[in-house]
């Protein structure tokens, strides 16, 4: 698809290297039987057509943001491969050679945002966390060396709605010739940053792909106990990760001096006090969704850790007012 829209320039490293030339550039890939649907949109243009999925490996000479909106499709970053589904993604640093092979059904957004438009954008801007300063770090000279990138995941289904709403918008605002478009497209750039940053939305975490293997294993423990809110079994990492629990739970102790058991019991506390004071969900329904077996188990657990009881942190720590995630 890209190769389509772009010229590519070999000369920094064997294989394409690819520019869109504008500031922002918003892709849409559908799935369809062998067929995948190619749409594009910048500078006020929306082209659209259908061709074989292109998977050969490249670099951006731009910042890329993936984003899952249905399906499942393979990710391939250097020499590694990451499965992502609805709800996940990743944003790239321009340094990192990648391709994607999409499932069927498979429908992903991508944005290419220009280093200029993100120094702008950020030359104002004091937020510290990941992804602001994820980009900074990359932004800056001294690191563009570095083969670094963030995977982002949703933490329940409805979480990503925000995210949704200002791809919608950023839609809009690309395709129109309106005075003002470009202000609106800076702004809402910011907001979706803004948005990945939630962490009562999104897990986001920085991965390099420099690091030893140790490191990554460590890093691929950590990631899969997150994304399923801490109940993942040591067996199941093993069968994951093909790797032995004991080792894996070495490696994990090593980076973060916390056991396997140990860091999964509190992403587990943590996500239940997110669930008890953002949404309204029973106490019964949440200790369906963190995987306990019943709601006295949960109850235990929660006050074991916290001090508190489930209905008594959420009545405490609750603020009034204010809106929740519907569940």
């Known amino acids: 698809m890209k190769e389509d829209f772009n010229n590519l320039d070999t000369s920094a490293y064997n294989g394409p290297e690819i520019s869109t030339n504008v500031p922002l550039t918003m892709f849409y890939k559908r799935k369809n039987s062998q067929k995948v649907l190619?749409?594009?949109?910048?500078?006020?243009?929306?082209?659209?057509?259908?061709?074989?999925?292109?998977?050969?490996?490249?670099?951006?000479?731009?910042?890329?943001?993936?984003?899952?909106?249905?399906?499942?499709?393979?990710?391939?970053?250097?020499?590694?491969?990451?499965?992502?589904?609805?709800?996940?993604?990743?944003?790239?640093?321009?340094?990192?050679?990648?391709?994607?092979?999409?499932?069927?059904?498979?429908?992903?957004?991508?944005?290419?945002?220009?280093?200029?438009?993100?120094?702008?954008?950020?030359?104002?801007?004091?937020?510290?966390?990941?992804?602001?300063?994820?980009?900074?770090?990359?932004?800056?000279?001294?690191?563009?060396?570095?083969?670094?990138?963030?995977?982002?995941?949703?933490?329940?289904?409805?979480?990503?709605?925000?995210?949704?709403?200002?791809?919608?918008?950023?839609?809009?605002?690309?395709?129109?010739?309106?005075?003002?478009?470009?202000?609106?497209?800076?702004?809402?750039?910011?907001?979706?940053?803004?948005?990945l940053e939630d962490q009562h939305h999104f897990q986001v975490i920085t991965n390099l792909l420099d690091n030893s293997k140790q490191d990554f294993l460590a890093d691929r423990v950590i990631e899969l106990i997150d994304k399923n809110a801490g109940n993942i079994s040591r067996r199941s990492l093993e069968e994951q990760l093909h790797y032995n629990a004991e080792y894996l739970n070495r490696l994990l102790k090593e980076k973060t001096k916390q056991t396997i058991t140990t860091y999964s019991q509190e992403v587990r506390v943590h996500r239940a006090q997110e669930l008890l004071t953002t949404t309204d969900l029973t106490v019964q329904n949440i200790a369906q969704k963190l995987g306990f077996s019943n709601e006295t188990y949960f109850y235990h657990f929660f006050k074991k850790h916290v001090n508190l009881s489930p209905n008594v942190y959420r009545n405490k720590f609750t603020e009034r007012g204010t809106s929740r995630l519907e569940p």
């Open 38 to 195: 190619y749409t594009m949109l910048q500078n006020g243009k929306f082209h659209s057509f259908e061709a074989p999925d292109y998977q050969k490996m490249h670099r951006d000479r731009d910042f890329e943001l993936m984003y899952v909106l249905k399906g499942q499709l393979t990710n391939y970053l250097e020499d590694q491969a990451f499965t992502f589904q609805t709800g996940e993604g990743c944003l790239l640093n321009p340094q990192v050679k990648h391709t994607e092979k999409l499932q069927d059904d498979c429908l992903v957004v991508f944005l290419n945002l220009s280093e200029t438009l993100l120094r702008q954008l950020l030359a104002d801007i004091e937020l510290e966390d990941t992804v602001f300063a994820f980009l900074k770090h990359n932004l800056d000279d001294k690191n563009g060396w570095q083969r670094n990138y963030l995977k982002f995941h949703r933490l329940n289904s409805n979480s990503d709605r925000i995210l949704k709403i200002i791809l919608d918008s950023l839609q809009q605002e690309i395709t129109t010739v309106k005075i003002g478009a470009k202000y609106f497209q800076s702004g809402l750039v910011l907001r979706l940053l803004a948005e």
